[in-house]
């Protein structure tokens, strides 16, 4: 099989969305029956996002192998219900680290090493390692960062190089800009878009399409001005409106035939009609809820839109079988106090406390956590979350009052979250932790077996802490449930406490694995908790 490479850069501005474009046009050619996948190259130095904290990069995603990815990952899961892997982002970081790699090897025999043709191959070897995998049809690879940019440079030269060496009708450009508005001239402007094109033909590059974002319609005499400016047929110029939300945007790009004119300039058939009925069900129920549930995300990184973005979508999924709109409000743990407490949270049908790191805002995750607990308010804690449900267990019910977190009190007598065994030796920050996904074992006649249904699950992992052991029968003895276990290592995975309607915690990442198609039990889970903690108050 020839695989199909299809490159999606972006100009005038960052946010524009090409991981949603990506993501939306490989939802259109799945739908019509070829295999497809994405893959995002990111060009910062940092060997992957897993030590940039979230004000930097937003949320890091996680793929079954492990990777520590950027979120666009996430959306390109959740649209294709197809799980990625190390191989499906790189960054500039990565690509020095394996050129230079091989210097120190002497893989280069004594050839000066430089950044055309060593990086540039390294990159198209990045590219060509899933196309190599005999998988995908069609490789769709998203480049970060805007064109114009210095970090840009080579993956712009290496996709020049590609379109040459794989030739012209297995390689595309989608190029995707931004067309403004000005409202004092009550037009849109056409020329940060031609700039754009001008830059990135400067570059050797022809875009063979442009998806142009923007507020307003996109009339044909623009279109027609674009094309004429940037060398396009018109069908090749692809409005793109804002969305009210991501999920609209695969039938948006349906509409301006984006996946005809990509099919049709790699000589591809075009195949059946895309079946998205599925998809529409989901926007149909997703845009018509019966009710709505208010959740309360706890967590110390609230403010930003980015931080949390898998537990939000994560959420919109598990309102949809619910058939239940979900109003989000989120909590600053630092902003939460016994005094506040009930005002605070004393609307919401559930509590999420959220992953993170460090001691800061820890108290407010604990006071959150025995508020969800006493007042039966349904309750799901994700990694540290969970971590804080058991340190707010042992403080408040074993009476364990300095019991913490080793991440947060090295030096407490009641270390009930433990650094893990093997973290011990470890130096280097960046990769180290326990990464991806690990097996877990359900204890039947427990929440989580209701939930999930099953006995044997896998579950993605994030964290470098873990319950201690020691803990275990005396917590037991006092009510909480260890109703997940890894079967080969004995860590605990989840906890519940049965006495409560809905109270669990799990030491990894569902959001995750949470997609459109399948959205996650655990957080189905909840929202009908949430739903029955609603009606119950109603009635
Ligand atoms: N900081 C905790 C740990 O490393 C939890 C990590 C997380 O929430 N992802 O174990």
């Known amino acids: 099989m020839s695989t199909k490479y299809i490159f999606v850069t972006g100009g005038v501005t960052s946010s524009l969305g090409k991981g949603i474009i990506s993501a939306s046009l490989a939802k259109l050619l799945q739908s019509r029956g070829y295999s497809v996948t994405i893959q995002k190259l990111d060009p910062y130095i940092n060997v992957d996002p897993g030590t940039l904290n979230p004000y930097e990069h937003g949320e890091c995603y996680v793929t079954d192998d492990g990777a520590e990815t950027d979120l666009d990952l996430g959306h390109y899961e959740r649209f294709l219900n197809v799980p990625t892997s190390q191989a499906n982002n790189v960054t500039t970081g990565r690509i020095y680290q394996t050129v230079i790699e091989k210097e120190r090897r002497g893989d280069y025999l004594g050839k000066t090493v430089q950044i055309i043709p060593h990086i540039t191959d390294e990159i198209k070897n990045c590219v060509t390692k899933l196309g190599n995998t005999g998988i995908y049809e069609i490789v769709i690879t998203e480049i970060g960062g805007t064109v114009g940019d210095i970090e840009s440079l080579p993956y712009i030269e290496a996709v020049r190089q590609f379109r040459y060496e794989y030739g012209f009708d297995n ?125 309360g995300l706890v967590g110390k990184y609230v403010e930003l839109q980015d931080a949390y973005k898998s537990i939000l979508e994560a959420l919109v999924h598990a309102g949809v079988p619910n058939e239940c709109a979900i109003d989000i409000v989120s909590y600053h743990s630092e902003e939460i106090d016994e005094e506040n407490i009930e005002k605070q949270l004393g609307s919401v049908q559930a509590i999420i406390v959220a992953p993170g790191f460090g001691r800061r805002g820890l108290a407010g995750k604990i006071i959150a956590i025995k508020y969800a607990r006493e007042n039966k308010v349904p309750f799901l804690g994700i990694c540290l979350g969970m971590q804080c449900a058991v340190i707010e267990f042992a403080r408040n019910v074993l009476n364990l009052k300095d019991a913490n977190s080793y991440e947060m009190d090295s030096k407490t007598d009641h270390a009930v979250i433990d650094l893990m065994e093997e973290q011990k030796s470890v130096i280097d920050m960046g990769g180290t932790m326990r990464l991806g996904a690990y097996e877990c074992e359900i204890q039947p006649q427990t929440l989580a077996h209701r939930i999930y249904g099953r006995t044997d699950i896998s579950e993605r992992h994030r964290h470098r802490f873990e319950f201690n052991n020691e803990y275990k029968s005396q917590m037991e003895g006092a009510g909480m449930v260890f109703s997940g276990i890894n079967p080969k290592s004995g860590l605990v995975e989840i906890v519940e406490l049965p006495e409560h309607p809905f109270f669990l915690g799990v030491q990894f990442h569902p959001e995750y694995k949470s997609t459109v198609a399948n959205p996650h039990a655990l957080f189905k889970g909840l929202i009908e908790a949430a739903v029955n903690e609603m009606e119950a108050v109603t009635a």
């Open 171 to 295: 390689v595309m450009v989608i190029h995707l800009t931004l067309v403004p508005y000005l409202k004092a001239a009550g037009e849109l402007k056409t020329k940060p878009t031609q700039h754009s094109v001008k830059t990135l033909q400067s570059q050797g590059v022809q875009p063979d399409i442009l998806v142009c974002r923007t507020e307003h319609e996109l009339g044909i005499e623009q279109k027609k001005k674009i094309a004429l400016f940037c060398n396009l047929s018109e069908n090749a110029v692809i409005e793109s409106r804002d969305a009210d939300t991501i999920y609209d945007v695969p039938l948006l790009m349906k509409e301006e035939k984006l996946d005809q004119v990509v099919l049709d300039r790699l000589k591809l058939q075009l195949r059946e009609e895309p079946s998205l009925r599925k998809w529409k069900d989901f926007l149909t129920k997703f845009k018509n809820p019966k009710r709505t549930v208010k959740i």
